[in-house]
């Protein structure tokens, strides 16, 4: 569902190819894409004893909004290792690469967007109780992207050459409660 404003700013310039006004720039803190998104994919897993292999295959097809703008659709993949010693404990670690297509523009691609980001995170689980027909678990992650590729790209204007940067993502880490529901069906 779509969960965020999209905020485009109109350029003063008009592109004189198309004879059009395209968004030049775009706040610093974009709110949504302002449309639904779709996500479809594969998830498997398999374990042995106490150690668990997660992979899946993800795919993100992201619809153009009211303003012609369209956020590139997303292919991702990722494997993790999980090691649970116990009923209450999970350490791991996961390694996921995602691929964006270029954003478009009224129909034209943006130059300095999309490509792929590698990242690899560590990842802890503790279930500390068993509530309500559920658990709840402390889940803790931090990871950093191993792989970007920027989408640099040259461009030029008025003032000579430059090179226009898509900036990557840096370290993270989160901190989370979850509860985790199963109910059986009825036979």
Do not use: C
């Not at 980001?117 to 068993?130: I, S």
């Amino acid at each position: 569902m779509p969960t965020g404003e999209f905020d485009g700013q109109l350029a003063t310039t008009v592109d004189p190819i198309a004879n059009k006004k395209l968004i030049a720039k775009a706040p610093g803190l974009q709110l949504g894409k302002e449309t639904a998104t779709f996500t479809g994919g594969l998830l498997y897993s398999q374990r042995w004893k106490n150690i668990w292999l997660h992979t899946s295959a993800l795919y993100t097809v992201n619809p153009e909004n009211d303003h012609d703008y369209a956020f590139g659709d997303v292919a991702t993949v990722g494997l993790a290792l999980h090691y649970t010693p116990n009923y209450d404990l999970m350490f791991g670690v996961e390694l996921d690469t995602s691929y964006s297509q270029k954003n478009e523009d009224q129909g034209y691609k943006i130059g300095n967007t999309g490509g792929t980001v590698t990242n690899l995170a560590f990842v802890g689980d503790w279930r500390f109780l068993n509530a309500f027909g559920g658990n709840f678990k402390l889940r803790g992650s931090v990871g950093l992207p191993i792989y970007e590729d920027l989408n640099s790209k040259g461009a030029r204007n008025a003032r000579g050459a430059y090179q226009q940067v898509q900036l990557g993502d840096g370290f993270f880490g989160n901190l989370a409660i979850q509860w985790t529901f199963r109910d059986t069906p009825d036979y």
